[in-house]
């Protein structure tokens, strides 16, 4: 009798716990990643599909890249980043794992007023935990501190700023985005963005997209996702769809 009511009272517990929680959110479809953090104890995985034409010789496909996250407390994620890559250039293909990221999101603010949200996301490639097409010469780090505003009921305004290494070279690669958030319902989400990639010695790129996010409930989503370059060196466009869940 006793281990029926226990049985109980912890199923009872869990329903209440996944009643009070946020629905899910991800740091996919869009590139400017979200200040939230999993919630405590919870198990993540964002994982997606891209189909990116870099110019008229080469092509790549991420089959596919997927983030793995873990809430160790309110204000505190594990990450690990894989990725399966498919690159074409010249009609000749290589395919392999890319170096894994290990990394954090640690929350700093709540927004208040005109401060954001902000969390501040740091990771760091591990260049042998690669295939050999795909590896690196020296470690990688790269960062963001992540923002976002409630601009209405069902807008938001995010952005990101941070910079990132290749492992190849010691010059940094900075990084921006900024993304405007639209809930069209409870379920179905939409954003559009700019973003751009501005390395120390080359010139910078700069891209546009959009995409829409459906959620199955509050813990899977659905997201879809496109593309375009708005600058000549610039990848020309992408094609993305991908799905988040959490347990």
């Known amino acids: 009798m006793k281990t029926k009511i226990t049985i109980l009272f912890l199923f009872i517990s869990t329903l209440i716990y996944a009643q009070n929680i946020e629905p899910i959110q991800a740091d996919r479809p869009d590139q400017t990643e979200t200040p939230a953090i999993v919630p405590k104890g919870m198990f993540q995985v964002e994982t997606g599909f ?18 793995w996250k873990y809430g160790v407390n309110e204000n505190f994620e594990l990450r690990l980043i894989t990725e399966f ?21 640690v929350k700093l603010t709540d927004e208040k007023g005109i401060i954001p949200k902000t969390s501040f996301i740091g990771h760091l490639s591990l260049p042998n935990v690669a295939s050999k097409e795909f590896k690196t010469e020296f470690f990688a780090p790269e960062f963001r501190f992540v923002m976002q505003h409630t601009l209405t009921e069902k807008m938001s305004l995010s952005y990101n700023l941070g910079a990132e290494w290749d492992g190849f070279s010691a010059e940094p690669t ?28 080359k010139k910078s790129n700069h891209s546009i997209d959009g995409g829409i996010t459906y ?13 375009i370059g708005i600058s000549k060196n610039a990848p020309k466009n992408y094609f993305a769809f991908g799905f988040s869940f959490r347990i």
Do not use: C, H, R
């Open 50 to 67: 891209t189909f990116q034409k870099n110019d008229a010789f080469s092509k790549s496909l991420s089959l596919p890249s997927s983030l």
């Open 85 to 105: 890559l498919s690159e074409e250039i010249n009609n000749e293909k290589i395919n392999g794992f890319s170096p894994i990221y290990v990394g954090l999101k």
């Open 174 to 201: 900075f990084i921006y985005t900024n993304a405007i958030g639209y809930s069209i319902t409870e379920k179905l989400g939409s954003y559009i963005e700019i973003f751009g990639f501005m390395p120390q010695n």
């Open 215 to 227: 959620l199955i409930n509050p813990n899977f989503m659905l997201d879809l996702s496109s593309g």
